[in-house]
């Protein structure tokens, strides 16, 4: 299971939810519905789409499966898993709004 965590400004649903505009669990947790799509190391990108008629965007999450950052700025604790880190819309700075519905 990996976590998505409140976080703050640099992880988390803080870091995400406001600058990216996804504000709904189903999104984050529809890419994370399966294997990684991408993995270096511990930084894992699960990937997912989204369709509203003939639109559709890709929604890139991004995980830290390690108790630790790479940067070692954050710990998780022992036992535990930083989670996610980050989502977004491939290729463009907030996802629109239809995908919060």
């Known amino acids: ?19 990216h505009n996804i504000k709904k669990c ?19 990108e699960y990937w997912a789409y989204a369709w509203n008629g003939n639109r559709r965007v890709q929604v890139i999450v991004i995980v830290q499966y ?3 950052t790479a940067d070692g700025g954050y ?17 463009m700075n907030r996802c629109p709004n239809w995908l919060n519905q």
């Open 75 to 91: 710990d998780a604790g022992a036992g535990q898993k930083i989670g996610v880190i980050t989502a977004y819309c491939k290729g």
């Open 26 to 44: 189903k999104i984050v947790n529809a890419a994370l519905n399966g294997k990684p799509d991408k993995k270096n190391g511990a930084r894992l």
């Open 1 to 19: 299971m990996i976590p998505t965590r409140v976080g703050n400004s640099k992880l988390g649903w803080k870091h995400f939810s406001g600058p």
């Open 66 to 68: 390690a108790r630790k």
